[in-house]
């Protein structure tokens, strides 16, 4: 089985991804770890354990950062609800996070299973960079590294230069982006090509009609109503699980090598520049199976 962490700032979209790893038959959760980023890092580890226990899933979860790098703390409850979860909540789980911190528990893990640990990254990357920078040897140690983040070759989320993960904690997407990690990325503008939901997708996922495909659908309801308003849509654009989906099986997925450094400061904050190169550290996904994304995730609401 592969060894998985999951670093995430737990909202509506990273809840779906999460639930896509634990119903994997193949992925050994060794740890979800949680960040600042779309919610403050108590109530994305509040989420993070209510999602494991709507999986039955007794998964560790270990808190990490609680503000990017160098600059405060910006959410995105304005799209994700007060509680992270579309305003479906509270919620109130009995599962209990681990004491230790995600930084020193990602290095241990890696530590004792050199070569073998997988990351996901589908928050802001402050715990990642934050391992990097305390023992600068377990970047020779990741098997994989997966990254939700990013523009790539289109337009932002937050803004029209920046993605939010990249743009709430610029100066850690830049760090790990640039320490020599060979990073799979998946960025927002292959999200709105292979990632979104759309009427037809959500009526499919309510006939399946588990309590797991009802959560899925129900906490995305205020981002639908957001989309809606804003975009005239009746549509909804799911990064993380598009990137986990990814993690899981890119047998169809197309990637090019590039460069990438982000920009930290001024109006394009968050952005980042890509550099296209044969010998590029950072595989970004151009191309994405959608038929696979809808079948990965189909398959774990039941």
Not at 28 to 39: C, L, R
Request: net charge negative.
């Amino acid at each position: 089985m592969r060894k998985i962490i999951i670093d995430t700032d737990t909202a509506t979209d990273d809840a779906i991804a999460i639930i896509m790893a634990l119903k994997n038959r193949n992925f050994d959760v060794k740890a979800i770890t949680t960040i600042a980023g779309n919610v403050d890092l108590d109530l994305a580890t509040i989420n993070a354990l209510y999602t494991c226990e709507l999986c039955n899933k007794n998964i560790p979860v270990y808190k990490g950062e609680n503000a990017p790098l160098n600059r405060k703390l910006e959410t995105s409850k304005f799209f994700h609800g007060k509680d992270g979860l579309g305003d479906t909540g509270p919620y109130y789980p009995s599962f209990q996070c681990k004491n230790e911190n995600a930084v020193d528990k990602i290095i241990s893990l890696i530590n004792d299973n050199p070569d073998e640990i997988e990351i996901i990254g589908i928050g802001p990357l402050t715990n990642i960079a934050k391992v990097l920078t305390k023992d600068p040897t377990v970047k020779n140690k990741i098997k994989k590294l997966y990254v939700m983040g990013g523009i790539g070759e289109g337009k932002g989320n937050i803004t029209e230069h920046a993605e939010f993960n990249f743009w709430v904690d610029p100066d850690a997407a830049d760090m790990v982006l640039n320490s020599g990690i060979e990073v799979h990325m998946v960025a927002w503008d292959t999200t709105q090509i292979y990632g979104y939901l759309d009427k037809d997708n959500f009526d499919e996922l309510e006939n399946i009609g588990t309590s797991i495909s009802k959560f899925a659908i129900d906490i995305q309801q205020r981002g639908l109503e957001y989309y809606k308003v804003k975009y005239k849509e009746h549509k909804i654009d799911l990064a993380d699980p598009l990137a986990m989906a990814v993690m899981i099986d890119d047998s169809k997925t197309e990637y090019k090598r590039c460069f990438i450094n982000v920009i930290l400061d001024g109006e394009e904050r968050g952005k980042d520049l890509v550099k296209f190169s044969k010998n590029g550290n950072i595989k970004l996904a151009s191309k994405i199976d959608r038929s696979k994304f809808l079948n990965i995730l189909k398959k774990s609401l039941v």
